[in-house]
């Protein structure tokens, strides 16, 4: 489901206790200071705290959208709720470290393992 976020596209799933978030790209940074809000609201509507967002599609990873997800965070965590990151980058780990949100989000590598809460780093065969 394509949701109204914006400044942002997104896609919107729900999974079985959680929303799953898609950040496609910014479309008007000017806009994109009220993620959290809507993000907030999606989450209201569908009775779900527990979100995962996929950055996979997203090239770069500013210091705005940093601070809209520690701010979304906040408002899922008074719910008993939580908000995982999966697909980052590289380059947008480094962006989450400079911005000191590493020390809240640990960057999953996918969907799954955001959702069961485990890392498994490649190992050898």
């Known amino acids: ?6 400044g ?29 809000d809507q993000l907030w609201e999606i989450a209201a509507r569908h009775f779900t705290y527990r979100m995962v967002v996929d950055l996979d599609q997203l090239p770069v990873l500013d210091s705005q959208l940093v601070g809209q ?7 899922l965590a008074e ?8 697909g980052v980058s590289p380059f947008n780990r480094r962006v989450l470290q400079a911005c000191g949100a590493d020390k ?3 960057p999953y590598r996918t969907r799954e393992e955001a959702i069961l809460g485990c890392y498994r780093p490649n190992r050898p065969r």
């Open 8 to 36: 942002y596209r997104v896609d919107v799933e729900r999974g079985p206790g959680w929303l799953l978030v898609r950040i496609r790209d910014v479309e008007d940074s000017a806009e994109a200071t009220l993620l959290a």
């Open 79 to 86: 719910r008993n709720g939580m908000l995982r990151l999966c």
């Open 69 to 75: 997800l520690l701010q979304l965070q906040a408002r």
């Open 104 to 106: 809240v989000f640990i």
């Open 1 to 6: 489901m394509l949701a109204n976020a914006l």
